[in-house]
Every structure is written in C-alpha cells, then in structure tokens.
C-alpha cells in the first residue's frame, strides 16, 4: 500500500481526504491519504520525517513556500511560480505544482475569463497568490495587481487594501480572492473577508467576475455579495479536485480520466 497526505498548519476544514480517497476506488490504487496538521515551529523537521515515510504529500497554507528549500529539486514551471503544493518522493524528492492548472480550469469551467477585463485584482500576497498571479497572465490578462495588507513598495504591482478602495471603482476588473479570509469558521469581521464587509456590495459594482479560492464553505461571503450582483462567480472547491487529481497522475505516472473532476464532484454531492 502507498501512503499519501496533505500537510498545512491547520486543516479542520479540509476535505482532501475523501477526494483522494474517491479516486484511489475510481482508479483501483492501493493507497491510503492522511490529513497531518503541522506547527510552525516543527515544518522543516515533520517534512523532513515524511520525506522519507511517504509516498508523495500535498502542502497548503503556509507551507507553499517553506517547503521548497527541503525539496532536492523542484518542476520548472513551479519555479517559475515560486510555490510548490504537490511533492513525489523516491529517488529524488520534487515539489510540483498543481494549484494552477486546478485555478485554471476552474475560471474557464465557471465563465470568468480575465482576458476580457482591462484588469484583475487579488485579493492576498502568499503562495496562492504566486499561483494565481501567474495563471491570469498566461490566460492573458492585461494587468494584474496584488492588493495585500502589507504591500511590497519594492513591488510595483501590490497595492494596499486603502489604495484598492480607491482604484478599483475606476478601473472594474475580475477579483479572485487568494487569501484564506471567509475559510470556516472563521465569523468575525476581520476574517469573514477579505474586503470589508461594508465595502463589499459597493465593489461588485465594478467587477467582471469573482473567483474565491477557499472552498469551505461552498458560498463565501465574497461569492454571495458577487451572487447578488448577477457575476459570473465560483469558490474553490472544483479548483481543489482539479489539483488533486493533477497530483494522482504525478504519484502513479498515469493521465487520469478526462473528466475525473466533474465526475467527483457530483459523487461527493460537492456540486
């Protein structure tokens, strides 16, 4: 039996598991898929550990970055990316990444297409960000702007959230929200989204689209607002499959069926 799991800090809200569960029944693997919440403190020494008891793992929050320097060697286009979220291991161990080709079929699936808006803006700075900055250039976009609590002012395409409040009812543009704000349970104000609650409505007056990372659960405070507003809208949750069953076909070395996604989705009563 091979053994896989999904590493973060924390994953009370993940449901990777049966995801990957469901394709091991649909493909006839022999594997098993554990869940494996990891501090801060103790990620390079745990990651090292599994490096050499596991078969392959899946990194999310905060990990995406961190784990790469323990990686023996890393895909050419997550380098380019600068996150990995997908690691085989054996011989050599090698990060990957599969968030991007998930983000991508995902907007293409649900109707949000930045190459029709002038402009695009997303909402957090982290290793999701980094996947999804990349991804709406190679969909063409025009412009992309990172809006992060912190801004970079080395960075000419990060913005503050009082500069986005200010730029964005001119301009208009899609918005995908990379952070981990609205992720259950999280119910107070700072963190039910990433945009101001009061400010909300008043922005998806001048969006194109809105696309929501987070996946649990299946509507978002953002995704509702954008709902309200007749836009084109989607959360997370088939951009999760998408990566997970990208990520199978890393571990077995074997395509998956066209459609897998879909499929799962409506056998998980996820859609």
Same mark, same amino acid.
């Given at each position: 039996?091979?053994?896989?799991a999904?590493?973060?800090?924390?994953?009370? $809200?993940?449901?990777?598991?049966? @995801?990957h569960?469901?394709?091991?029944?649909?493909?006839?693997?022999?594997a098993?898929?554990?869940?494996?919440?990891i501090?801060?403190?103790?990620?390079?020494?745990?990651?090292?550990e599994l490096?050499c008891?596991?078969d392959?793992?899946?990194?999310?929050?905060?990990?995406?970055?961190d784990?790469?320097?323990?990686?023996?060697? @890393?895909?050419?286009?997550a380098?380019?990316?600068?996150?990995?979220?997908?690691?085989?291991t054996?011989?050599?161990?090698?990060?990957?990444?599969t968030?991007?080709?998930g983000f991508?079929?995902?907007?293409?699936?649900y109707?949000?297409?930045?190459a029709?808006?002038?402009?695009s803006?997303?909402?957090?700075?982290?290793?999701?960000?980094?996947?999804v900055? +990349?991804?709406?250039?190679?969909?063409?976009?025009? $412009?992309?702007t990172?809006?992060?609590?912190?801004?970079?002012?080395?960075?000419p $395409?990060?913005?503050?959230?009082?500069?986005?409040?200010?730029v964005?009812?001119?301009?208009?543009?899609?918005?995908v929200?990379?952070?981990a704000?609205?992720? %259950?349970?999280r119910?107070?104000?700072?963190?039910i989204?990433?945009? $101001?609650?009061?400010?909300?409505?008043?922005?998806?007056?001048?969006?194109?689209?809105?696309?929501?990372v987070?996946?649990n659960?299946?509507?978002t405070?953002?995704?509702? +607002?954008?709902?309200?507003?007749?836009?084109? %809208?989607?959360?997370?949750?088939?951009?999760?499959?998408?990566?997970?069953?990208?990520?199978?076909? @890393? %571990?077995?070395?074997?395509?998956?069926?066209?459609?897998?996604?879909?499929k799962?989705?409506?056998?998980?009563?996820?859609?």
């Amino acid at each position: 039996m091979r053994h896989y799991a999904l590493i973060g800090e924390k994953l009370g $809200h993940s449901v990777s598991q049966p @995801i990957h569960e469901a394709i091991f029944r649909e493909m006839g693997i022999d594997a098993d898929y554990r869940i494996i919440e990891i501090p801060r403190s103790e990620m390079a020494v745990q990651t090292r550990e599994l490096l050499c008891t596991l078969d392959g793992f899946n990194i999310t929050i905060p990990y995406k970055t961190d784990v790469m320097p323990l990686l023996d060697e @890393i895909d050419p286009y997550a380098a380019a990316i600068g996150a990995v979220n997908t690691v085989r291991t054996g011989e050599k161990n090698v990060g990957y990444n599969t968030d991007a080709p998930g983000f991508t079929r995902m907007l293409e699936r649900y109707g949000i297409d930045p190459a029709k808006s002038e402009q695009s803006f997303i909402l957090g700075s982290g290793g999701t960000a980094r996947t999804v900055y +990349a991804c709406l250039q190679q969909m063409g976009a025009t $412009h992309v702007t990172v809006v992060s609590r912190h801004p970079d002012p080395e960075k000419p $395409h990060e913005i503050s959230y009082a500069q986005f409040y200010e730029v964005f009812p001119q301009v208009g543009g899609v918005i995908v929200n990379a952070s981990a704000a609205g992720m %259950w349970p999280r119910k107070d104000v700072d963190n039910i989204c990433a945009i $101001h609650p009061d400010r909300v409505d008043e922005m998806m007056r001048y969006a194109t689209g809105v696309a929501d990372v987070v996946y649990n659960p299946p509507e978002t405070f953002l995704t509702q +607002a954008a709902a309200r507003a007749g836009l084109p %809208w989607c959360t997370g949750m088939y951009m999760l499959i998408e990566q997970a069953v990208q990520a199978e076909a @890393i %571990w077995q070395s074997r395509a998956m069926p066209e459609g897998l996604t879909d499929k799962l989705m409506k056998e998980l009563k996820l859609i």
